[in-house]
T-cell receptor, first 114, second 114 residues
């Protein structure tokens, strides 16, 4: 079974500052990793995903994440945030084997301050 | 292309009643997954349907059931509602199912059980 820990429930950051949202996972098998964003009163939107290959993954809206197998981490970063990035961010993991469903972290609330 | 649509968007029921939620996937998508989102438990996988067959099921009681029709539209049913069933229910569709195939989420149905 897989599990995900998002280390910060809330992250306040000033506009145009860099941000890192932390995600650690646990799994006994190889994994796929995802970051989703949820804006107020909306569903989830896929930001990026790691399936294989390069450990640095670039996503939409200027976000990127780095898969670190030895540290079982998949932290999300953005070099300069905007007010519009204020949202809830979810890290998710799935095992390679079969049709394993996504397991989500509890989420990190990113608040961008003007 | 139209996105994933869910109806109704908001629903209020009383304990003991049953409810049916509907999800229309993106045209051409054959897989539909359902998730429950609550402040306490976060996002939890309910089940996945692919070509009218349930392919995967999360750890929920039998009061939660679903089905998928030949046009890929899906319904989720909850019988004998409990207060703890109050949640945002999210539907996601993908072309082929499996996590390699990106999931697209609908806006959700907000269910309140009184």
């Amino acid at each position: 079974a897989q599990s995900v820990t998002q280390l910060d429930s809330q992250v306040p950051v000033f506009e145009e500052a860099p941000v890192e949202l932390r995600c650690n996972y646990s799994s006994s098998v190889s994994v796929y990793l995802f970051w989703y964003v949820q804006y107020p009163n909306q569903g989830l939107q896929l930001l990026l995903k790691y399936l294989s290959g390069s450990t640095l993954v670039k996503g939409i809206n200027g976000f990127e994440a780095e898969f670190n197998k030895s540290q079982t981490s998949f932290h999300l970063r953005k070099p300069s945030v905007h007010i519009s990035d204020t949202a809830e961010y979810f890290c998710a993991v799935s095992g390679y084997s079969g049709n394993t469903p996504l397991v989500f972290g509890k989420g990190t609330r990113l608040s961008v301050i003007a | 292309k139209a996105g994933v649509t869910q109806t109704p968007r908001y629903l209020i029921k009383t304990r003991g009643q049953q409810v049916t939620l509907s999800c229309s996937p993106i045209s051409g998508h054959r897989s539909v997954s359902w998730y429950q989102q609550t402040p306490g438990q976060g996002l939890q996988f309910l089940f996945e349907y692919f070509s009218e067959t349930q392919r995967n099921k999360g750890n929920f009681p039998g009061r939660f059931s679903g089905r998928q029709f030949s046009n890929s539209r899906s319904e989720m049913n909850v019988s004998t509602l409990e207060l703890g069933d109050s949640a945002l229910y999210l539907c996601a569709s993908s072309p082929l199912g499996g996590v390699e195939s990106s999931q697209y989420f609908g806006p959700g149905t907000r269910l309140t059980v009184l």
